[in-house]
Structures are given as C-alpha cells and as structure tokens.
C-alpha cells in the first residue's frame, strides 16, 4: 500500500501566526490531495482538496501541492485556538480509495 | 442536506462476543466506505461498495469482519467474534461516486467500539 508521512507533532503555534503542516506520499503517480480536520473525539471533516501543481486558498487555508517532490502542505493564516485538531493528509489512490496519514496535531495557544 | 448517519455511536463488548454497526449515506452518494481509525492513526480502508457491489475490500480481515449493502443505501460491518484489537472508531463514510474522477468524501460521526 502506498504510504504518506505526516510529522506526528505536537506543532504549537501562538494565535494569530501562520501553522505549517506537511505530508509526503509516496507515489508518485497520485493525482488527488486532501486535508482533513480532526476534533478530539469527532471524524474527519474535510477542509481542502488540491489536484494541481500550486497554491490553493480558501478563506485563511491555503493548500500547496509539488507532484515533484511529492509533497503537499497546508498552512493556516490568522491561527485560532479553535484551529487545534489533528490535520490528516489522504492521497487518493485508484477507486477512490483514501490512504490517510497518521495526522499532526497543532495547537494554537492564546 | 443531511450528512452520513451512524449508529451506535459508542458500544462495548467483551472479547469473542459479535457487534454490529449500521451507517446511512448522504442522499443520492453511490458510494459508501468504511474506514477503522486505531488511536493515533489515520482511517484505514476496510471496505467500499459501489451502489450494493463491493469495489475493494482488500484489507477486511474476512474471518472476522463482514459488510453488506444490500439495497445500495444503508449498510452493515459486523465483527464476529471480537478481538481486543478490534478497539476503535469505525468510520463511515460516503461520495457520489468513484473511480478515475476524485469524488469527494464525507465521515459520519462514527462508532467507538471497546473491547474488554
């Protein structure tokens, strides 16, 4: 099965900073990408999707694909205390099927 | 719209006991997941229909686990019998189709299952 890296964390931020996360994946054929929020106790909540080589933002996320180097990372502007969560990373492989990293969990300290 | 139902939302049961977990997808979503998410993991893919045929179900430990979706809407994972390692979140999940083409998915709540 295809793998994709996720740094564990705790990555603590002060409010009002700019957080960072990064996943990897390791192949190199994956053509979707996708963030998803985790509260304590709760599912996933998706909150970005990126297929294309770029930036893309939506509201204070912005999502960062390099097919390249296989790398994607999200980075939240303006961080809030109700930013912290785990953030997973999924690649999408054939069929739909989701591979999920293990997640990072951020929290933005006030 | 609604969004993806599960029930029960916690159950506990004792070892080589059997258990069951139902979810109901968003209206009109073709395909239907189910995910198991171990503390400190990301879900994992047990398996995934396509309207009442399964697509991939790859890593469904067969001899315990089974899952049907008989009319192509609501479906059922039993675990039969249980294992301590079986403790964890089963996740539920749903999008309006699969394939070559990325369809989004959405989680239900869940089901947190113990094991004693």
């Known amino acids: 099965q295809k793998e994709v890296e996720q740094n564990s964390g705790p990555l603590s931020v002060p409010e009002g900073a700019i957080a960072s996360l990064n996943c990897t994946y390791s192949d190199r054929g994956s053509q979707s990408f996708f963030w998803y929020r985790q509260y304590s106790g709760k599912s996933p909540e998706l909150i970005m999707s990126?297929?294309?080589?770029g930036d893309k933002e939506d509201g204070r996320f912005t999502a960062q694909l390099n097919k390249a180097s296989q790398y994607v990372s999200l980075l939240i502007r303006d961080s809030q205390p109700s930013d912290s969560a785990t953030y997973l990373c999924?690649?999408?492989?054939?069929?739909?099927?989701?591979?999920f990293g293990a997640g990072t969990i951020l929290r933005v300290k006030s | 719209e609604a969004g993806v139902a599960q029930s029960p939302r916690y159950k506990i049961i004792e070892k080589r006991q059997s258990v069951a977990f139902w979810c109901n997808p968003i209206?009109?979503?073709?395909?239907l997941y189910w995910y198991q998410q171990i503390l400190g993991q990301g879900p994992k893919l047990l398996i995934q229909f396509q309207n009442n045929g399964v697509v991939d179900d790859s890593q469904l430990p067969k001899d315990r686990f089974s899952a049907e979706r008989l009319k192509g809407v609501d479906s059922t994972l039993k675990i039969q019998p249980a294992k301590l390692e079986d403790s964890a979140v089963y996740l539920c999940?749903?999008?309006?189709?699969?394939?070559?083409?990325?369809?989004?998915?959405?989680f239900g709540p869940g089901t947190r299952l113990t094991v004693t």
């Open positions: 999924a690649v999408k492989e054939y069929g739909n099927k989701l591979v």
């Open positions: 999940a749903s999008s309006l189709s699969w394939g070559a083409q990325t369809y989004e998915q959405y």
């Open positions: 209206s009109g979503h073709a395909t």
């Open positions: 990126i297929y294309s080589n």
